[in-house]
């Protein structure tokens, strides 16, 4: 995985352009966006991740269809009450060029 420079990191991680996902649900159709939990108004991390229809993970038994990276190898459930994301917003163009997972800093 190529590292994301210290100024693509700080874009993905201002709160323009965020939408909540209470208010406006994020599309569920294996495209790929940013997801994001806030606090303070901020959000706190990012992940680049599409809806997976039929995929599991151990940590929710019985849970089928959640949030996947690209590759799979990290999910993240839409209704985990410790911890569920709250915000998306659409994948920006320099994270389809590097094909980019997350963005934490």
């Given at each position: 995985m ?12 201002d ?23 806030f ?44 911890g569920a ?11 389809r ?9």
């Amino acid at each position: 995985m190529t590292d994301l420079s210290l100024a693509e990191k700080v874009e993905g991680l201002d709160p323009a352009g965020w939408l909540s996902i209470a208010d406006h649900p994020p599309p569920k159709d294996g495209t790929v966006i940013l997801l994001s939990w806030f606090d303070n108004g901020r959000p706190q991390e990012w992940f680049a991740m599409q809806w997976g229809h039929i995929k599991r993970n151990g940590l929710f038994p019985g849970k089928v269809g959640m949030w996947m990276t690209p590759d799979g190898s990290l999910t993240w459930a839409d209704d985990d009450p410790h911890g569920a994301p709250t915000h998306w917003k659409h994948e920006p163009a320099f994270l389809r060029a590097k094909g980019e997972q997350n963005g934490n800093a």
